[in-house]
């Protein structure tokens, strides 16, 4: 089955020789549409790594990233910015909003930077902005608004037009625990919708929301859970 | 929980006979703690017995309906009123058997601490997938039952990550018998030569 993202025998190694440090060291994942998978293991363990290489912000030392089926390494610097502007969405902790522009400006800008007209990508925008109800903030500048709006902001950034690609990294952040949630609902919502999506968190709570769960260990894949279907057999043990 | 406080609380609502409590017990707990009409009926014929419920008249289809006495009121506001205590909680049979993975020789306790976190995450995502197709205003009570279970879920998952970072640092002692004071002692003295 071939999937939105493919990630085949990557590694990723930083430095050389004696002080070589192996980031990822043979991570095979496929991510269909459809699909989230939550990205688990502790500090160090390659997740952000993992992330970076997915989105094409890195380039792996061994092994091959596609996306849709083209391989990032094959592609020239123009094209993977490209690819990355009009097919992949980043969420990031620290959300990177542009102070200086409103709502949906931060939202549009990604959109012209592709060709866009301005006012298409402002009507693409507002849409988004629409999706993660954030539409009455549109033209607010990101320190008139809430931690939990601005996130709804980026997100709406990440998903405007046709990103069939959501990358998200610990997405919540900093956000109380409705607010965050209401984050992970709407990633979910997306990916329902036909995006592939990965969630790096360390948060078992938060990757409850993924299709399937792979843990990262010293930069390799240790396990991976798919939810059993019913859970009568969880709760066997309740009646007392 | 017992079912018992269960049951007075539904018919402080209004009276009922068995399969109504049934019903509205695992309705209410969004059957996640599913009932047979044998545990209704002896959990009933206890309450009468303590004077908390009455049995009322048949109805013509048969059917015992009960009602909550005063008696049965106060037991159940006593109940409201109590925190449940930790020692009352059954015994935590994961914690134990880890620990006794980590002294019983040929266990590989990293194995047993990733199959529980694979099972708990699995739970973890089903409780997850059923609070967010149950979204609606009535659903509340069912979708806080859940919250608690993936609360604890995620407890479970945090503790099991403590656990393995904690073996990393660990140095094997697996399969030595307890220690005896005088054999502590010994050690001690080998490890200053």
Request: glycine share 10%.
């Amino acid at each position: 089955m071939s999937g939105v993202l493919e990630l085949r025998d990557v590694h990723r190694t930083h430095g050389a020789g004696e002080a070589a440090v192996h980031a990822l060291r043979g991570v095979s994942l496929t991510v269909a549409a459809g699909e989230l998978v939550a990205v688990m293991g502790p500090s160090g363990s390659g997740k952000s790594t993992l992330l970076a290489l997915a989105g094409g912000l890195d380039r792996p030392t061994g092994g091959e990233v596609l996306v849709e089926g083209e391989a990032l390494g094959g592609l020239p610097a123009r094209e993977l910015a490209r690819l990355r502007r009009r097919r992949i969405g980043y969420v990031f902790q620290d959300l990177n909003l542009l102070g200086s522009l409103t709502a949906v400006e931060n939202v549009a800008l990604p959109l012209e930077l592709d060709g866009t007209g301005v006012r298409a990508a402002r009507r693409l925008a507002l849409a988004a902005l629409r999706e993660v109800d954030v539409a009455g903030q549109a033209d607010r500048f990101p320190d008139q608004m809430s931690g939990g709006q601005q996130q709804r902001v980026a997100i709406a950034r990440a998903l405007v037009g046709e990103r069939r690609l959501v990358l998200a990294d610990e997405p919540t952040g900093a956000l109380d625990s409705q607010a965050g949630e209401a984050v992970l609902h709407l990633l979910r919502r997306r990916v329902d919708d036909g995006a592939a999506g990965v969630l790096v968190t360390h948060e078992a709570r938060h990757a409850g929301w993924a299709d399937r769960v792979v843990f990262l260990r010293d930069g390799v894949l240790v396990d991976s859970t798919a939810p059993l279907v019913g859970i009568e057999h969880l709760l066997s043990g309740s009646e007392r | 929980m017992s079912i018992r406080h269960g049951l007075l609380a539904l018919l402080e609502r209004g009276q009922m006979y068995g399969y109504q409590l049934r019903a509205a017990f695992e309705e209410s707990t969004g059957s996640t703690w599913p009932l047979n009409i044998g545990q209704v009926y002896t959990t009933l014929a206890r309450l009468e017995r303590d004077g908390l419920v009455r049995p009322l008249p048949e109805n013509e289809s048969g059917q015992r309906p009960y009602e909550i006495t005063d008696a049965g009121r106060a037991d159940l506001a006593l109940w409201f009123a109590t925190p449940i205590s930790r020692a009352d909680r059954p015994r935590d049979e994961l914690s134990i058997k880890l620990a006794l993975a980590l002294t019983t020789p040929g266990v590989d306790v990293r194995t047993v601490v990733q199959t529980q976190r694979s099972a708990t995450m699995r739970a973890l995502q089903e409780f997850t997938r059923l609070k967010y197709t149950s979204d609606k205003p009535e659903d509340l009570p069912w979708r806080l039952v859940l919250d608690a279970m993936i609360f604890q879920a995620e407890a479970e998952v945090r503790w099991l990550d403590h656990c393995e970072t904690s073996l990393v640092r660990h140095r094997p002692t697996a399969g030595r018998p307890v220690a005896h004071p005088e054999a502590v002692d010994r050690a001690g003295d080998e490890a200053r030569r």
